[in-house]
C-alpha cells in the first residue's frame, strides 16, 4: 500500500523507504535465511563451537540487510520509470523527488563499501565468491525487461550466501550439499517472489514489466506447488547429504511441507493484503528451517 507523504515528512524517513527499512525485517529475513541455513548445517557437520555459531550468524544477519537495503536501493535507481506506471510503486521516494539519484547512489555506495568490508573478513575464497554474487544482484533489476523468470535470477542472487557461509567456516567447498541447498533456496524464492508480484500483476501488464507471476497465468497455484515441492525434496535431501538427525526431518522438512502446504490453500492472487501477508510469511518459515537445525546442531554439540 501507498505511504502518503506530507509536507513535513523528514529527510531521514525517505531514506529509510529506500532501503525499506520500514517494512523491516521482511526482505531482509529472506536473504539472511539460506546463509544461516548453510552456516548452520556447517556448525553441525564441522562442529563448531556455539560461540563461533553465534557470532558468525550475528555477521551474517548485518550482511544480508546490508545486502537487501542496497539491493533495494539498486532496484528503485533502475526502475523508477517503471514505478511511476504501478499503483503500488508511485510513492517510492526517487519518483516522487524526495531522495534524488545522486543521494540515492551515494547511500548504495555506503552499503556496498560496508558489504564487501564483511567479506574481507570471510577468507579470501569466500570474499571472492560472495563479490561475484554482487555482480548477480546489479544485474537483476534489469531481467525483468528481458525475460519472464526475473524470480529464478534473484532467486540465484538471494542464495548466494550459501556457498559463502559454507566455505568460510569448513574452508572446502561441497558441492553436492552447497548446490542443493541452492537449488532448493532458489525455488523456494521463485515461490515467495511470484506470490510478491501478483501484487503488482495488472499494473505490470500494463507497463510491459515481466514476472513468473505474468507467465504463470491462470496456472500459478499449480507452478508455486511445484516449486514448493521441489524445495520440501532439496532440504530433506540435504539433510540426508549433511547427515542430519531427526529432528531435523521433523521439525524442518515436515514443518516446511506443512507450512507450504499452508500458504498453498490460503492463496489468493487477486488479493494484494493476501499476497503480501503470505510473502511476510515465508520470511517465518525460515525459523522452522532454522529451528530443527539448531535442535540437531544442540543435540550433537552437547551429546
Known amino acids: 500500500m501507498p505511504i502518503a507523504m506530507t509536507q513535513s515528512s523528514p529527510t531521514w524517513w525517505a531514506y529509510w523507504r529506500l532501503m525499506r527499512m520500514h517494512l523491516f525485517p521482511a526482505g531482509a529475513i529472506h536473504a539472511f535465511w539460506p546463509c544461516t541455513w548453510a552456516l548452520t548445517m556447517a556448525a553441525f557437520a564441522g562442529r563448531i563451537?556455539?560461540?563461533?555459531?553465534?557470532?558468525?550468524?550475528?555477521?551474517?544477519?548485518v550482511g544480508a540487510v546490508l545486502g537487501h537495503n542496497g539491493g533495494t536501493i539498486w532496484d528503485d535507481i533502475c526502475d523508477r520509470d517503471l514505478d511511476r506506471q504501478v499503483e503500488r510503486c508511485k510513492d517510492r521516494p526517487l519518483v516522487t523527488g524526495e531522495v534524488s539519484l545522486r543521494g540515492a547512489t551515494a547511500l548504495l555506495m555506503v552499503h556496498v563499501a560496508g558489504y564487501l568490508y564483511l567479506l574481507q573478513s570471510a577468507g579470501s575464497d569466500a570474499a571472492m565468491i560472495g563479490s561475484f554474487g554482487i555482480l548477480v544482484f546489479f544485474l537483476y533489476p534489469l531481467m525483468k525487461r528481458w525475460t519472464y523468470w526475473p524470480q529464478a535470477w534473484l532467486g540465484i542472487a538471494m542464495q548466494w550466501g550459501i556457498p559463502v557461509a559454507w566455505v568460510s567456516n569448513t574452508g572446502s567447498m561441497n558441492w553436492s550439499l552447497v548446490v542443493t541447498l541452492l537449488i532448493g533456496g532458489l525455488c523456494w524464492t521463485i515461490h515467495y517472489d511470484t506470490i510478491y508480484a501478483c501484487q503488482d500483476r495488472r499494473d505490470d501488464v500494463k507497463a510491459g514489466v515481466k514476472s513468473t507471476a505474468v507467465r504463470f497465468g491462470k496456472h500459478i497455484r499449480l507452478f508455486l506447488s511445484l516449486f514448493s515441492a521441489a524445495f520440501v525434496g532439496c532440504?530433506?535431501?540435504a539433510g540426508m547429504l549433511n547427515s542430519q538427525g531427526t529432528?531435523?526431518?521433523v521439525i524442518s522438512v515436515v514443518g516446511t511441507a506443512m507450512h507450504l502446504m499452508w500458504q498453498l490453500l490460503a492463496f489468493d492472487p487477486e488479493s494484494s493484503k493476501n499476497c503480501c501477508r503470505l510473502f511476510k510469511a515465508n520470511g517465518d518459515l525460515g525459523y522452522i528451517i532454522w529451528a530443527g537445525m539448531l535442535c540437531d546442531y544442540t543435540r550433537r554439540i552437547w551429546a
Open 49 to 61: 563451537t556455539p560461540g563461533h555459531l553465534a557470532s558468525q550468524t550475528f555477521l551474517y544477519f
Open 235 to 237: 532440504i530433506a535431501y
Open 247 to 249: 529432528m531435523y526431518y
